[in-house]
Structure formats: structure tokens, C-alpha cells
Nanobody, 123 residues
């Protein structure tokens, strides 16, 4: 079992920035691709970004390309999501996910999920 704990959410004004972190613990973390997803109130969870185990491959949803950046530090078992130029439509609960198959994350599937952290962007 991989346990994922997100942090860094909060309230920010439109145009501002926030950085989310996701710390993994539990079973050996090696080989896991990581991803970020979000869920707007009343809607289904949607893919935001994903990164391969090596960090050499990253993928983004069109809605966040050029504004969000995903990265990871394997030595710290941590993945990050840097969010810049935030918009009101970025308001959502953000979830961290881990899966051995990057393609599953891109298809909005994952073996492990965090509990989520709220991001609220005021306009």
C-alpha cells in the first residue's frame, strides 16, 4: 500500500501562484509514475498532469499547459505541482495519484490516491 498525502492548498487571488506537494510513504516507491488530478464541485475528477518515474516524461491537460508544472524528487518520495497564473476555474480539490503505468494516469486511472487538498482561486 502506498500512502499519499497532499499539502499546499489554500486560497489565492486570480493571477497568483500556489505549489502543491504530495509525499508518498508505505511500500517501496520505486517505479511509480505520479499524477495530479482535480475535481470541481459537482463534476467528475479530471486529469491535470503526470510525470514518469524518471521525471523524463511529463504530460498536461490542455487547460493547464503553460501555467502548471509537475516535478518530483524521488529521494524525498515527493511530487510537486507548481501552479502559476491561476484562474477562478482552477478552483477544485486537487488529488495526488500513483501508478506503475503512466498510461493509466493519463487515462485518469490510478492504483493509489491521496485524500485531496482544496485550492480556491478568488477573482
Amino acid at each position: 500500500q502506498v500512502r499519499l498525502v497532499e499539502s499546499g492548498g489554500g486560497l489565492v487571488q486570480a493571477g497568483g501562484s500556489l505549489s502543491l506537494s504530495c509525499a508518498a510513504s508505505g511500500r517501496p516507491f520505486g517505479g511509480y509514475a505520479m499524477g495530479w488530478f482535480r475535481q470541481h464541485t459537482g463534476k467528475e475528477r479530471e486529469f491535470v498532469a503526470a510525470i514518469s518515474w524518471s521525471g523524463g516524461s511529463t504530460y498536461y491537460a490542455d487547460a493547464v499547459k503553460g501555467r502548471f508544472s509537475i516535478s518530483r524528487e524521488n529521494a524525498k518520495h515527493t511530487v510537486y505541482l507548481q501552479m502559476n497564473s491561476l484562474k477562478s476555474e482552477d478552483t477544485a480539490v486537487y488529488y495526488c495519484a500513483a501508478d506503475l503505468a503512466l498510461i493509466r494516469l493519463r487515462n485518469s486511472e490510478s492504483e493509489f490516491w491521496g485524500q485531496g487538498t482544496q485550492v480556491t482561486v478568488s477573482s
